[in-house]
T-cell receptor, first 115, second 113 residues
């Protein structure tokens, strides 16, 4: 497709369950970002990849959060032992190059609800 | 990155210009002003960015004051589809590594008939 896609679009998990969220960036885009957006708030940075290298994971809230991009394209954000406070929209964005100034293109997000 | 201040919400009549202000009084000389918007249930969308000169593209115009401490995003003829949350972000153009966007809470623009 032409844009960033994410799946699933909606996920309901029971507290304690593990979840995996997928991001398909725009083909050929080098940089990939994950953001978390709580209800009524702006997105907050989680982690950043340049190709397969995770260069910044300073925004991951706990060691229950893990992200990977093994082949430098598709990325997966995994949350282990989900908690209610993990309920949020998880947004993925990609950028063509490694340059700071280029536009980030966002996917529609995955809305996670932890019961 | 410099902190920004935006009004929580604004209304605009369809067909009129929407002027969205942003204060960034602590902006540094190498920091750019970026605008993104987020339509309900979608991811944020890039609109425009600038350093010190006014900028215009097919979506909007960006007016930056001479002292660069504030800016205004202008949607010249707002439509119902422009209803969204608009985020003003100030950041350096190039740092070489991590390049996260730091969003605030933005301005919720409601365009009405």
């Amino acid at each position: 497709g032409a844009g960033v896609s994410q799946s699933p679009r909606y996920k309901v998990a029971k507290r304690g369950q593990d979840v995996a969220l997928r991001c398909d960036p725009i083909s050929g885009h080098v940089s990939l970002f994950w953001y978390q957006q709580a209800l009524g708030q702006g997105p907050e940075f989680l982690t950043y990849f340049q190709n397969e290298a995770q260069l910044d994971k300073s925004g991951l809230p706990s060691d229950r959060f893990f992200a990977e991009r093994p082949e430098g394209s598709v990325s997966t954000l995994k949350i282990q032992r989900t908690q209610q406070e993990d309920s949020a929209v998880y947004l993925c964005a990609s950028r063509r190059g490694g340059s700071e100034g280029e536009t980030q293109y966002f996917g529609p997000g995955t809305r996670l609800l932890v019961l | 990155d410099a902190k920004t201040t935006q009004p929580t919400s604004m209304d605009c009549a369809e067909g009129r210009a929407a002027n969205l202000p942003c204060n960034h009084s602590t902006i540094s000389g190498n920091e750019y002003v970026y605008w993104y918007r987020q339509i309900h249930s979608q991811g944020p969308q890039y609109i425009i960015h600038g350093l010190k000169n006014n900028e215009t593209n097919e979506m909007a115009s960006l007016i930056i004051t001479e002292d660069r401490k504030s800016s205004t995003l202008i949607l010249p003829h707002a439509t119902l589809r422009d209803t969204a949350v608009y985020y003003c972000i100030v950041r350096v153009f190039f740092t070489g590594t991590a390049s996260k966007l730091t969003f605030g809470t933005g301005t919720r623009l409601q365009v009405t008939l």
